[in-house]
């Protein structure tokens, strides 16, 4: 049997300029170069496509139509739209890319004579997911005040009477809470999945992991994807005059 091992944070591999280097760092950079590689490869297009472009046409086309259905405008949909793609391709392939084969099997002998893996799935680092929700919060608040400018405040603070009060100071604890659903579900989701591999590795390391990195494969997109249509359908509440 193997010997199972499990952070729950990220492993440190060294420093550079006095910043700590990690292996969801790593996995980060290789994720984002993954998504360099797509857009490089997708920047020649053609009257008669190959199969990756119309691949890649389906894809952005299918999010398009999605965002401006929800958020019911074409203008809304072109300025929200890069925001909502972007999220979900780099969840996507974050998520997916700790599956390709040897990621997980390099490992990296640290200045304090330890072993750890150099790479790891970049969103079973919590750092990672709070900085995507951070970035999902923002925009959502951004939103808000553009479309309805300084009204979109007494969605939390209302003075017309007790009951707005209250319902307001739910609504800005709802949202601040948001910070904490979007970072947690997805790190929890993601690590989980890594924890249940890894024990399924040290026990039965032949055949029995594969249906498993399936389901994992599987749960990876939809992560993506839930995340991606929680931004799109919040954004949409907070544009929308508030009654």
Same mark, same amino acid.
């Given at each position: 049997?193997?010997?199972?091992?499990?952070?729950?944070?990220?492993?440190?591999?060294?420093?550079?300029?006095?910043?700590?280097?990690?292996?969801?760092?790593?996995?980060?950079?290789?994720?984002?170069?993954?998504?360099?590689?797509?857009?490089?490869?997708?920047?020649?297009?053609?009257?008669?496509?190959?199969?990756?472009?119309?691949?890649?046409?389906?894809?952005?086309?299918?999010?398009?139509?999605?965002?401006?259905?929800?958020? @019911?405008?074409?203008? %809304?949909?072109?300025?929200? $739209?890069? =925001?909502?793609?972007?999220? *979900?391709?780099?969840? &996507? !392939?974050?998520?997916?890319?700790?599956?390709?084969?040897?990621?997980?099997?390099?490992?990296?002998?640290?200045?304090?004579?330890?072993?750890?893996?150099?790479?790891?799935?970049?969103?079973?680092?919590?750092?990672?997911?709070?900085?995507?929700?951070?970035?999902?919060?923002?925009?959502?608040?951004?939103?808000?005040?553009?479309?309805?400018?300084?009204?979109?405040?007494?969605?939390?603070?209302?003075?017309?009477?007790?009951?707005?009060?209250?319902?307001?100071?739910?609504?800005?604890?709802? @949202?601040?809470?948001? %910070?904490?659903?979007?970072? $947690?579900? =997805?790190?929890?989701?993601? *690590?989980?999945?890594? &924890? !249940?591999?890894?024990?399924?590795?040290?026990?039965?390391?032949?055949?029995?992991?594969?249906?498993?990195?399936?389901?994992?494969?599987?749960?990876?997109?939809?992560?993506?994807?839930?995340?991606?249509?929680?931004?799109?359908?919040?954004?949409?509440?907070?544009?929308?005059?508030?009654?």
């Amino acid at each position: 049997m193997h010997e199972i091992h499990i952070s729950l944070g990220s492993e440190k591999l060294g420093t550079f300029l006095g910043l700590p280097i990690t292996n969801t760092l790593l996995m980060t950079l290789l994720g984002t170069a993954t998504l360099f590689l797509i857009i490089f490869l997708s920047r020649n297009v053609s009257l008669l496509p190959n199969k990756f472009q119309v691949f890649m046409e389906l894809l952005i086309g299918g999010i398009f139509n999605f965002v401006k259905e929800t958020l @019911e405008s074409v203008s %809304l949909a072109k300025k929200y $739209f890069p =925001l909502i793609a972007t999220l *979900f391709l780099s969840i &996507v !392939v974050a998520n997916l890319i700790h599956f390709l084969p040897g990621v997980h099997s390099i490992l990296f002998l640290t200045n304090e004579g330890k072993e750890v893996a150099l790479l790891r799935g970049a969103t079973s680092d919590l750092n990672v997911t709070l900085a995507l929700a951070l970035i999902s919060f923002v925009s959502i608040e951004l939103a808000g005040v553009y479309a309805l400018g300084f009204s979109y405040a007494k969605k939390f603070v209302n003075l017309d009477s007790f009951l707005g009060f209250v319902i307001g100071i739910i609504d800005l604890f709802s @949202e601040a809470a948001r %910070l904490i659903s979007f970072s $947690f579900r =997805l790190f929890g989701n993601i *690590f989980a999945g890594e &924890v !249940v591999i890894a024990i399924i590795v040290a026990f039965i390391p032949v055949i029995a992991p594969v249906p498993m990195m399936g389901f994992e494969f599987f749960v990876g997109i939809i992560q993506a994807a839930i995340f991606a249509l929680l931004t799109l359908f919040f954004i949409k509440s907070a544009v929308t005059p508030h009654h």
